[in-house]
């Protein structure tokens, strides 16, 4: 099938219709549940949930009863991947985590609510539940994709409007499917749910929540901001560095501007709103002060999911267990590059480096949670090799930011491998013994002697390889090494 792109017209956009009066059955575990979807990172606000079973457990009889303490423990469950004990953390795959694909629309007040909208922000949110960690992975909206169709072929165009083409084509299980089928495609992220939030109603969740407080980084402006699309009326919008509370209005403007900058600060800036309503929504203090009828329908209001009232039950624990602030979040803007042979403002991207960040987010959870900074030295004659295993490293997960090289290790040359903690990160010293095929006693402390010459280094962990190293996948790296001598 053709990749290019058929003509796409919209329907032309009727007045906004007066929404009905809908009666809502009241759900208490939805009620309480309500922040997950809010605050948009999902598992971080279900926290809320098991703090008001645990503070008030007389209000939850049934509850209690049924579920006890341990909601992961239990056989409803079942249908959620990863949620039983049993793997070390790195033996979890991405296959084990519990990946939810997060969809914010890109619609504007005047927009009739079911008109088939793109996505102004993609972003996969996982947990894993073997090491009580989570990330989110964003994907900037004109990220060029392999889009599937009905007819089984494809055609390419940017991730945002893969939702918009799922209800507009009738594609089986519609603009979610599409999605989700396109982030499998395209990224090798399996999504096991989808949760879509419509920014418009966001605003009255944040407002019901009493607005939340960000810190804003850095000076952002847009001269002509406007949320509509035919009432002709823009404003200015200015955020100066420093603390800000802000109401849903004020948020939804925050997380929405780019004139002064581009997409990428915009992620950044949408990141920073998660995080502080998964910060608010978990106050439970805030969650019973507030109306929760009125929270709720708010809620229903604003998303869009697959995910049961169980299995919300079970990510609140899950979540209550992480906390907002143990949320790494990457960008995959790092990895793309304008298209130059496009007719649009299109991003490729380069698929070793995506596989990098993926890894920081979908790797290892207590190797992510340590942080630590290592730095590799070649003890050794072998040009490259402190930077081949820093190669492998960024593989595993570990940031470039984690990671510094020095080939000609101050001139010293090493008969053996050494790995020196210095700042007590003990998990993932193992896990570069466990990589480099050392017991466990090549493992230096600071306060060994043997630790002295590295004491002034400013990194967590001193990697010497010495000519007994052994890289993962040295024989690869060999040929690779040979092939670029030849070459040269």
């Not at 795959?93 to 009739?112: H, Q, T």
């Not at 100066?240 to 004020?250: A, I, L, N, V």
């Not at 959870?365 to 730095?375: F, T």
Request: glycine share 8%.
């Amino acid at each position: 099938m053709s990749s290019e792109l058929p003509p796409f017209e919209r329907s032309p956009r009727p007045p906004l219709p007066a929404r009905p009066a809908v009666r809502r059955h009241f759900n208490p575990w939805l009620v309480f549940g309500i922040p997950l979807f809010a605050l948009l990172s999902l598992y971080a606000s279900l926290v809320v949930v098991s703090q008001v079973v645990e503070a008030h457990p007389t209000l939850f009889p049934v509850w209690d009863s049924v579920f006890g303490n341990d909601l992961l423990g239990n056989g409803f469950v079942k249908e959620l991947p990863g949620t039983f004990p049993g793997k070390d953390a790195d033996q979890v795959s991405i296959n084990d985590r519990i990946n939810i694909l997060f969809l914010g629309l890109d619609r504007r007040v005047d927009d009739p609510v079911n008109t088939p909208s793109r996505t102004d922000s993609v972003v996969v949110f996982t947990l894993d539940p073997y090491t009580d960690t989570g990330g989110a992975f964003s994907i900037p909206r004109d990220t060029l994709v392999k889009i599937p169709t009905v007819d089984g072929g494809y055609i390419e165009d940017r991730v945002n409007v893969a939702y918009e083409y799922g209800d507009t084509w009738n594609y089986p299980g519609g603009g979610p499917r599409l999605a989700m089928d396109t982030i499998e495609r395209n990224f090798g992220i399996p999504i096991d749910h989808y949760v879509v939030l419509d920014f418009i109603n966001f605003i009255s969740l944040i407002d019901r929540l009493g607005g939340v407080d960000i810190a804003v980084p850095e000076y952002a402006y847009d001269p002509a901001y406007t949320d509509c699309n035919y009432c002709g009326v823009d404003y200015p919008v200015e955020f100066e560095p420093g603390p800000e509370h802000m109401d849903g209005q004020r948020a939804l403007e925050y997380a929405r501007i780019r004139k002064s900058d581009n997409d990428f600060k915009r992620i950044e800036r949408q990141q920073l709103v998660m995080k502080a309503v998964a910060r608010k929504a978990s106050d439970l203090g805030v969650l019973l002060g507030s109306n929760p009828l009125k929270l709720y329908g708010d809620y229903k209001d604003a998303v869009r999911t697959d995910i049961s009232d169980f299995s919300a039950g079970a990510l609140a624990l899950l979540g209550h267990k992480i906390g907002p602030d143990n949320i790494r979040m990457v960008s995959m803007a790092a990895a793309t590059y304008p298209c130059t042979s496009c007719t649009a403002a299109l991003l490729e991207w380069n698929r070793d480096k995506v596989e990098e960040l993926k890894a920081q987010v979908f790797s290892d959870g207590r190797l992510q949670g340590e942080s630590a900074v290592v730095e590799v030295l070649n003890g050794t004659a072998t040009p490259d090799l402190a930077g081949d295993f820093a190669t492998f490293l960024r593989g595993q997960g570990l940031g470039s930011e984690q990671l510094s090289v020095d080939e000609y290790a101050d001139g010293e040359l090493y008969n053996s491998t050494l790995i020196v903690d210095l700042g007590g990160k003990s998990y993932t010293a193992e896990r570069l013994a466990k990589w480099l095929d050392l017991p466990k006693g090549r493992i230096l402390s600071s306060s060994d002697a043997l630790a002295a010459p590295f004491r002034n280094r400013t990194a967590s962990i001193v990697v010497v390889l010495g000519t007994d190293a052994r890289l993962p996948g040295e024989d690869a790296a060999r040929l690779r090494r040979v092939a670029t001598q030849i070459g040269g």
